[in-house]
């Protein structure tokens, strides 16, 4: 039985270089999601959102502070802090002892929770409840944004400034508190919330499965990772036709052989944003014995995106090109013996099997997570046989347990 790290006991060199591994990625996650990249068509680029040129000399050009950003950072961290604090926290104030017996009003003292209410508040922008209509969210975000568009205007409107507080804006807090527990209280919300957690686990099992599948039959893998970009954003059939058609190209053995040898396959992950359109995060996977030039092939997916959608709707991130930002990452060579890299491959695959906000096109479900097939054929018994110590057991290890971002042995 493996012994558990006791409470207070320091990390051990693994556990710290685990840390820091996933601190890099989560930075790269962060740049992914916050940045939009805009490609200038003769000289020219236009600022996301808005109908503003400006001149350039770059092929690209990278935006950030865009209002898809600011909705982003409000649902993904603002709205999450809230939630795990309604659901932990008490009351959001108490009555504030008077200072002299003849003070004519109650005054009410903010708690942790009434900070955070009244400061998520005043982030809110009424039109995002307009903008993002079309948005299926998870179910904690979707409950606390009805709960916004119903109190925030009202809560901002109560706030007297730091310190003490009125009865009106006790009242409303408290409105807002009982709002959002009971809905978060009914089956209804349970289930839904039990429903994502079971497809995220079921697509990080897939995902997971279909490496070691890969792994078992070739001894090294080269990962690669791209973004695809489609715009404009209310495109969502083009943007849907569009990936479709690239990824049977991908999966057409003739196209392969001259553009990407050795190919094995692929794991993508669609999300939508309002600025940034249509995206996707594609894993592209080669045979890492006969490829290992990732940064050229991956050069040579994007410039195919790029060919069939076209410079207008069309653009790439190479993340390769970050490689060197970063001293661990999950691309590049895969040998069934690196540790450091098996822990940026699992915070890669964490990353593409998340539920995010997705675009409701029709009332059918909308797959936003795929991969390629596997052949129910026995692999090839060429080649030197494997040892126990290059198999694919430490890889199984690296990757097993509940989805998260840590390994089983690390926490």
Not at 377 to 386: F, I, L, M, T, V
Request: hydrophobic share 35%.
């Amino acid at each position: 039985m493996k012994n558990r790290k006791q409470k207070g006991a320091p990390d051990s060199a693994w556990a710290i270089k685990v840390k820091k591994i996933l601190k890099a990625e989560a930075v790269r996650e962060r740049l992914v999601e916050t940045c939009v990249r805009v490609v200038s068509q003769n000289g020219l680029v236009r600022v996301p959102g808005t109908e503003q040129y400006y001149c350039t000399d770059q092929e690209a050009v990278w935006f950030t502070g865009t209002d898809d950003t600011a909705f982003k950072d409000f649902t993904s961290i603002t709205l999450a802090e809230l939630y795990e604090a309604l659901r932990c926290e008490g009351e959001p104030g108490t009555l504030a002892s008077r200072r002299k017996a003849l003070d004519p009003l109650p005054a009410y003292m903010l708690t942790k929770v009434g900070k955070l209410i009244v400061s998520a508040c005043a982030l809110y922008r009424q039109e995002w409840a307009i903008t993002y209509i079309n948005h299926v969210f998870n179910p904690e975000t979707t409950v606390l944004m009805r709960a916004m568009k119903r109190y925030a205007r009202s809560i901002r409107h109560s706030k007297m400034g730091e310190g003490l507080q009125s009865e009106d804006l006790a009242l409303l807090l408290d409105r807002f508190c009982r709002f959002v527990r009971r809905a978060c209280g009914t089956w209804r919300f349970i289930n839904a919330v039990r429903e994502q957690n079971k497809q995220a686990q079921a697509n990080f099992n897939s995902a997971r499965e279909y490496i070691c599948y890969l792994a078992q039959r070739h001894s090294k893998l080269l990962i690669m990772r791209i973004d695809l970009y489609h715009s404009p954003y209310y495109d969502a059939p083009g943007a849907y036709k569009h990936i479709d058609r690239f990824l049977n190209w991908l999966r057409d053995s003739a196209w392969c052989r001259r553009h990407l040898p050795d190919y094995l396959g692929f794991i993508i992950k669609c999300e939508n944003g309002v600025v940034r359109g249509m995206h996707w995060h594609l894993m592209v996977i080669c045979e890492g014995n006969e490829q290992q030039n990732g940064g050229w092939l991956s050069q040579q997916l994007g410039e195919a995106w790029m060919a069939r959608v076209g410079a207008t709707a069309g653009s790439y991130h190479n993340c390769w090109g970050d490689r060197k930002n970063y001293e661990y990452d999950g691309l590049g060579v895969l040998t069934l013996k690196d540790r450091e890299k098996m822990i940026g491959l699992r915070a890669a695959l964490h990353y593409l099997t998340k539920q995010d906000c997705v675009l409701k096109l029709t009332n059918d479900k909308t797959r936003n997570f795929w991969r390629s097939t596997m052949s129910s054929k026995e692999p090839s018994k060429r080649g030197r046989p494997r040892t126990e110590e290059n198999s694919v057991q430490l890889l199984k290890e690296m990757l097993g347990g509940r989805r998260s971002k840590y390994p089983p042995d690390v926490r």
